[in-house]
């Protein structure tokens, strides 16, 4: 019978921690970045194999990175990868394959598009699981404008003309909801009269 936590959840042990970090940035040029990465590492130490040395304690398994730059209207400009820490020496040839990106455009079609170009086993499953929260996180940085200082980070929306890229993205911004309706309700289509509210001074 195995051993309990006071709560009487199963004891556990720490194997693995993964860590990605994406920061967003707006460029002297005028462009939007995003720097992104993810870190795998295990709490105890990893004997040396046929492709890498020994690794202690929190040494990097998977430290892999990428770097997309984007225009107002989201055409990607530059793209990089970066493979600073793998398991085997060939993983870093995929560091080229993000440049079949450059002059697609993020919006709908945009996973396709990436299918499309870059073959399965032509890249990392790393580096490609890094794309999605890349992309969300270029949506954050660009959701402010270019002037943020005291602005709500709708506001720069709701002074646009065209259609937000989050409206019918998810449940809350679903065109037929109550928040749709009452901050784009040029964008709304029909809710129903219980999911009313009332709109954000």
Known sequence: MSSATAD???RRRHM???SIQCDGFLRDDGFWEVEAWLRDVKPFPQPAGRFREELKPGDPVHEIGLRLAIDDTMAIREAEAMMRATPYPTCIDVEPILQRLVGERIGPGWREAVRR???RLETC???MELLGPA???LFQT???GKKPEGRDSLEDQRSRSGRPFFVGGC???RTDGPVVAAMFPQFATTPGAKDQVSPVP
Do not use: A, E, Y
Request: glycine letters at 4%; zero cysteines.
């Open 8 to 10: 009487n959840r199963p």
């Open 16 to 18: 693995h921690t993964r």
């Open 117 to 119: 170009k870059i073959g």
């Open 125 to 127: 499953t790393h580096l």
């Open 135 to 137: 992309v969300t996180t």
């Open 142 to 144: 660009m959701s402010s």
């Open 171 to 173: 449940h809350s911004w």
